[in-house]
């Protein structure tokens, strides 16, 4: 896949990492439970998967550093790059106090840096979902 981004736009996404890097779980979206209703199931989960998100979470990030000057990148990364963008969208979302669907109608993108960020992640992501479909 061509990636036509300019200078700043990759130095955006470069930044993703130490965004993502020094926030908590978002206000809860980061963390999943599977087991919500029963804490010893969920003790047991977490003893199985330990730490293996969290090094999915690293591994996509360093995939993104890896390859966000390349000008074109395959399919493997795209999808690493999507789940970064995602990730730090929800962060900024949580940050932003967003908790419901439909927020982009209500919001003025220039209201912030954050709200402006959380737009422009979600045109890249799109754009990405557009390249990736068939």
């Given at each position: 896949?061509?990636?036509?981004?300019?200078?700043?736009?990759?130095?955006?996404?470069?930044a993703?990492?130490?965004?993502?890097?020094?926030?908590?779980?978002?206000?809860?979206?980061?963390?999943?439970?599977?087991?919500?209703g029963?804490?010893?199931?969920?003790?047991r989960y977490?003893?199985?998967?330990?730490?293996s998100?969290?090094?999915?979470?690293?591994?996509?990030?360093?995939?993104?550093?890896?390859?966000?000057?390349e000008?074109?990148?395959?399919?493997?990364?795209?999808?690493?790059?999507?789940r970064?963008?995602?990730?730090?969208?929800?962060v900024?979302?949580?940050r932003?106090?967003?908790?419901?669907?439909?927020?982009?109608?209500?919001?003025?993108?220039?209201?912030?840096?954050?709200?402006?960020?959380l737009?422009?992640l979600?045109?890249?992501?799109?754009?990405?979902?557009g390249?990736?479909?068939?």
């Amino acid at each position: 896949m061509r990636v036509r981004l300019d200078a700043d736009a990759r130095a955006v996404l470069a930044a993703l990492p130490d965004l993502l890097g020094g926030s908590d779980d978002a206000g809860g979206r980061l963390s999943y439970r599977a087991h919500p209703g029963d804490e010893e199931a969920e003790a047991r989960y977490r003893d199985l998967v330990g730490d293996s998100l969290d090094d999915l979470r690293g591994e996509d990030r360093s995939t993104l550093l890896r390859s966000v000057g390349e000008g074109t990148i395959g399919l493997e990364e795209a999808e690493a790059w999507m789940r970064v963008i995602g990730e730090a969208r929800l962060v900024l979302a949580a940050r932003l106090g967003i908790e419901h669907d439909g927020w982009e109608t209500e919001a003025d993108p220039g209201q912030s840096p954050e709200m402006a960020l959380l737009g422009y992640l979600g045109y890249l992501q799109d754009g990405l979902v557009g390249a990736l479909g068939p």
